[in-house]
């Protein structure tokens, strides 16, 4: 499996799927999850639609899946990243299990490349170091890592970017 580090738009790259930093509405917000809605077109919406109805939402620390509609990926898995309030050692496993069903997700649709954005760092206020170190250390654990050929790890932004580039000690 290739680990790599990108600081970029999550919305313009071309993998088998995009992780979206869900909310548990499913139907849009802001940062991450606007732009994917906003790029991605009324498809996603639809498709997020569905799975409201069928199943109320997505619950923190799930993941669900649609098509990408206008992305260059295939799909989108949107998952519901924990707000950093209280209990942080609950709040950080409800973000490592946000990884975990991503992964197996991405497993059960065949997909083997797939971009990671900085999950609950931006309005959920999660600490971007602390989320790095738990974003990183969940996907180098996950039992079924092999099944996947690459994780990108998408930042937005300078900060999560040097966080990230020293954890992983890329030059």
């Known amino acids: ?19 979206n930093a869900a909310n548990t509405s499913l139907l849009g917000g802001g940062g991450v999850d606007g732009a994917i809605h906003r790029k991605g077109g009324k498809e996603i919406l639809e498709d997020c639609i569905k799975i409201r109805n069928r199943q109320g939402g997505c619950n923190t620390g799930e993941a669900v899946i649609t098509t990408a509609g206008n992305l260059p990926a295939k799909y ?3 998952t519901v990243g924990p707000v950093w309030n209280g209990d942080k050692e609950e709040k950080s496993k409800l973000l490592a299990r946000c990884y975990e069903n991503s992964l197996n997700l991405a497993i059960e649709n065949g997909i083997k490349t797939i971009a990671f954005p900085n999950i609950s760092t931006g309005i959920y206020h999660f600490p971007k170091d602390k989320a790095a170190q738990i974003a990183i250390k969940t996907v180098k654990d996950f039992d079924k890592i092999a099944e996947i050929e690459k994780v990108i790890f998408v930042c937005f932004d300078d900060e999560n970017y040097q966080i990230y580039k020293e954890i992983l000690e890329i030059e």
């Not at 499996?1 to 992780?19: Q, W």
């Open 1 to 19: 499996m290739i680990l790599e580090l990108l600081k970029t738009d999550i919305t313009e790259i071309k993998v088998d799927a995009i992780v």
């Open 76 to 78: 989108v898995i949107h």
